[in-house]
């Protein structure tokens, strides 16, 4: 599929497309006529890409790490520096805190809204 239906099939600007590549994150197809040609599989990796980034890694860490989330690296070395690795789990330590913190405001919107049905009967 060329650009304009990879954007609009995976939710991802033909701009932030385009970047992705530019970064080495995926590596589309190409038309005879030189045009982008996006399989079902760079879809896929697109999506996990953007799971990536909206989680706060950097694309530096995503491009190590994406290999490693297809079952091996590209170049056929594990993903295994114990820098990179206390780098992944310090976003995922992040991450996991972001969670808390919005289940946190979730709990105290539907204490809210209990509140508000049980005021309004």
Same mark, same amino acid.
């Given at each position: 599929m060329k650009i304009g239906e990879a954007s609009r099939v995976s939710g991802v600007s033909a701009r932030s497309l385009r970047h992705y590549e530019d970064e080495g994150l995926i590596v589309p197809g190409r038309f005879g006529n030189g045009f982008r040609d996006y399989c079902q599989s760079? $879809? #896929?990796r697109v999506?996990?890409?953007r799971t990536l980034l909206e989680?706060?890694?950097p694309v530096?860490? $995503?491009r190590e790490i994406l290999p490693g989330l297809n079952g091996g690296s590209d170049d056929g070395t594990p993903v295994s520096c114990t820098e990179f690795l206390r780098e992944v789990r310090s976003y995922? #330590?992040?991450l996991a805190t972001r969670v808390t913190v919005l289940r946190d405001q979730q709990a105290a919107l539907d204490a809210y809204l209990e509140q508000a049905r049980t005021?309004?009967?």
């Amino acid at each position: 599929m060329k650009i304009g239906e990879a954007s609009r099939v995976s939710g991802v600007s033909a701009r932030s497309l385009r970047h992705y590549e530019d970064e080495g994150l995926i590596v589309p197809g190409r038309f005879g006529n030189g045009f982008r040609d996006y399989c079902q599989s760079t $879809i #896929d990796r697109v999506l996990v890409i953007r799971t990536l980034l909206e989680s706060g890694l950097p694309v530096r860490l $995503i491009r190590e790490i994406l290999p490693g989330l297809n079952g091996g690296s590209d170049d056929g070395t594990p993903v295994s520096c114990t820098e990179f690795l206390r780098e992944v789990r310090s976003y995922r #330590d992040r991450l996991a805190t972001r969670v808390t913190v919005l289940r946190d405001q979730q709990a105290a919107l539907d204490a809210y809204l209990e509140q508000a049905r049980t005021a309004g009967r």
